[in-house]
Every structure is written in structure tokens, then in C-alpha cells.
């Protein structure tokens, strides 16, 4: 058994479910262009960029638009997704989710997000566990999006914590990948048929605590 002395969450789809506000925006935004959107596409977006979000949908609807009005576009969609997070409230936190955090920083176990999102730092505080975070890595620290491993080693980076000694809580293929790129052991939170690859999937932090991730990755 490995030693783990630091753990690094993604945000979307393993501390909080912001998918459906994103799909709404999306849609929101899909529906003005005339491009069907639906939340099987929307599978398609997790973890991914805003700019390569855009360009997917774009894709579905056989678009293209010069960069100057897709950064309109992106920053529209981003306007009514904003509306959504100022009304979130703290109590939207995934299950289970700020007693496993706080269980971590008892132990002495650097917490670190790592997240493709630019208003990770936003939702945080709506949810108002911001201070259980040693460092936060978002999309507006890194350049390179995930599966490139940027992120992931960014954050170890800022716990001083090597790769090999880190855990990446991933609910996306592209953030299972850059936890793999980097080095680090990941746990799929999600379905094991999706997370195939992970070092070990759990549907969620209800019932998991930090003894059982030192006795089964
Ligand atoms: P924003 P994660 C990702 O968050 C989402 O999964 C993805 O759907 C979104 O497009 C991306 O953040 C960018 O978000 O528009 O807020 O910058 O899963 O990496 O925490
Ligand atoms: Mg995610």
C-alpha cells in the first residue's frame, strides 16, 4: 500500500451537480441557434472546456462562426449559467461530500481542486467550503485542459506532495486520463462501465470514508 499524502477533487459531477445548470445554459443558448441539445448530448460536455463545449455544440448543428462571435456565444451561455450558481445554495453539496473533506484535513491530507471550470472558485463559496481547500486549481491557472495532466500536477505542485502520493476524485474520461497522465491513483465517482480505468469507482462520498481509500487503492 502507497502512502497518500494528498487528495484532488474535480469539481462538476464529484462535489456538486452543476451538469444540470450547465445544460440548461447550454440549451438556453442551443435552442436561440436552432441546434437540437439534449442531455445525452450534454454527456458529451463534462468535464470539458467552455470554448470546446461551444464547439461541440456548434458541431451538432453543423456551424461554424468566426472566434469573435463564439466568445460572445461562450460568454452569453456563461451569463445565465451564473444566474443559476448566485441562487445555489450550500446545501447542494453531493452527499457525504464536506464530511469526507474535513475527515481529510484532520488527517493531514492535503485537499487540492482541480477543475476545468473558471467559476469553481464562485461555487465554492456558494457552497461554502472554500476554507477546506489548500489550493484550488481552475480553469483560469491552467492552459491545458484535461486529459492533459496540468491541472492535477499544478495542484500537487502547490501541496508539495509528489504524484504517486495522490488521489484524483474524477467523475470524467478526460479527468480520469490526466489523473493517469499525471502519475496519480484515481477514484471514479460515477459508473464503473464508464470508469472502467479508474483505480477504483464509488457511486458517491455517502458511505466513504478516508480509512476505506488507504485499505482498497
Ligand atoms: P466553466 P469540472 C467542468 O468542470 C464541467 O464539467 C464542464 O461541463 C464545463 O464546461 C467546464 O467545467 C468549464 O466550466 O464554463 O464554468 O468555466 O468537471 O472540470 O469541475
Ligand atoms: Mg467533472
Redesign the pocket.
Known amino acids: 500500500m502507497k502512502k497518500i499524502t494528498a487528495c484532488l477533487f474535480?469539481?462538476?459531477?464529484?462535489l456538486v451537480d452543476?451538469?444540470k445548470y450547465?445544460f440548461l445554459a447550454w440549451k438556453e443558448l442551443a435552442d436561440e441557434l436552432g441546434i437540437e441539445f439534449t442531455e445525452t448530448h450534454n454527456e458529451l460536455?463534462?468535464?470539458?472546456?467552455?470554448m470546446d463545449?461551444l464547439d461541440i455544440i456548434l458541431n451538432l448543428g453543423k456551424m461554424d462562426l468566426p472566434q469573435e462571435a463564439k466568445d460572445e456565444l461562450a460568454a452569453k451561455k456563461?451569463r445565465v449559467?451564473l444566474e443559476y450558481i448566485l441562487k445555489m445554495k450550500e446545501d447542494e453539496i453531493l452527499p457525504g461530500v464536506k464530511e469526507f473533506l474535513m475527515d481529510l484535513r484532520n488527517q493531514k491530507i492535503g485537499v487540492a481542486l482541480g477543475?476545468?471550470?473558471?467559476?469553481?472558485q464562485l461555487i465554492l463559496q456558494r457552497l461554502q467550503i472554500e476554507n477546506l481547500f489548500d489550493a484550488i486549481i481552475d480553469?483560469t491557472k491552467v492552459s491545458k485542459a484535461?486529459p492533459d495532466p496540468e491541472v492535477f500536477l499544478k495542484g500537487a505542485e502547490a501541496l508539495s506532495a509528489k504524484p504517486e502520493e495522490c488521489v484524483v476524485f474524477e467523475?470524467?474520461i478526460a479527468?480520469l486520463e490526466a489523473a493517469l497522465n499525471a502519475g496519480m491513483r484515481c477514484v471514479g465517482v460515477g459508473s464503473p462501465e464508464t470508469l472502467h480505468r479508474a483505480n477504483l469507482v464509488i457511486s458517491g462520498f455517502d458511505d466513504f470514508h478516508p480509512e476505506d481509500l488507504l485499505q482498497k487503492i
Do not use: E
Not at 474535480?10 to 464529484?14: N, R
Not at 460536455?45 to 467552455?50: A, D, E, P
Open positions: 474535480d469539481l462538476d459531477g464529484v452543476t451538469a450547465h460536455l463534462k468535464g470539458v472546456s467552455r463545449s456563461n449559467y477543475s476545468a471550470s473558471k467559476n469553481a480553469g484535461k467523475d470524467a479527468g
